[in-house]
């Protein structure tokens, strides 16, 4: 049977039925519209799906979607205002750090995890916060510069 579950999805009250043992990116895709978190292996090795909750950095497809109730939940589909882009998304873009485009939304939420709670980070601690990503385009080195000018960027605004 269906369980209701509430909660808060990039600043906007939702509340969705989930089937038990659903996990939070089926629910994100199916339930919710927001397509932004990538299904990638499904076992939460490859960080495609990484979504923020309560400022966090999870692999949305290991979290059971009835464990999020009362939670504030972000993908990469809330991290613009309307038409302006975050400082990560102009970095990326900017800064070719995203190839095929398929782990850009893990790396970008695990990337705003890390300058949320640093934000000045160095290139090891930039390192460290998207260990759980996998890229197999970039090499990871546009990644890690887009990430560190993303933090010069909002450090001189």
């Known amino acids: 049977m269906k369980s209701p579950v509430a909660f808060r999805l990039n600043g906007s009250e939702t509340a969705?039925?989930?089937?038990?043992?659903?996990?939070?990116?089926?629910?994100?895709?199916?339930?919710?519209?927001?397509?932004?978190?990538?299904?990638?292996?499904g076992q939460g090795s490859c960080?495609?799906?990484?979504?923020?909750?309560?400022?966090?950095?999870?692999?949305?497809?290991l979290v059971l979607a009835e464990t999020v109730a009362g939670r504030s939940i972000e993908t990469t589909?809330?991290?613009?205002?309307?038409?302006?882009?975050?400082?990560?998304?102009?970095?990326?873009?900017?800064?070719?750090a995203a190839q095929c485009g398929y782990c850009t939304p893990g790396m970008l939420m695990a990337a705003k995890a890390l300058l949320d709670r640093n934000p000045s980070p160095t290139r090891s601690e930039v390192e460290e916060a998207i260990s759980g990503n996998l890229c197999r385009c970039t090499g990871y080195e546009p990644i890690i510069d887009?990430?560190?000018?993303?933090?010069?960027?909002?450090?001189?605004?």
Do not use: M, W
Not at 83 to 95: D, K, M, S, T
């Open 77 to 96: 589909g809330g991290l613009s205002n309307g038409p302006e882009l975050h400082p990560l998304q102009r970095a990326f873009i900017e800064g070719f």
């Open 146 to 157: 887009a990430i560190l000018e993303a933090a010069r960027q909002r450090g001189a605004a």
């Open 47 to 61: 960080g495609a799906c990484t979504v923020l909750i309560d400022g966090e950095p999870h692999v949305s497809c």
């Open 16 to 41: 969705v039925f989930v089937d038990p043992g659903a996990n939070l990116l089926d629910v994100l895709r199916r339930e919710c519209g927001d397509l932004s978190p990538k299904y990638g292996c």
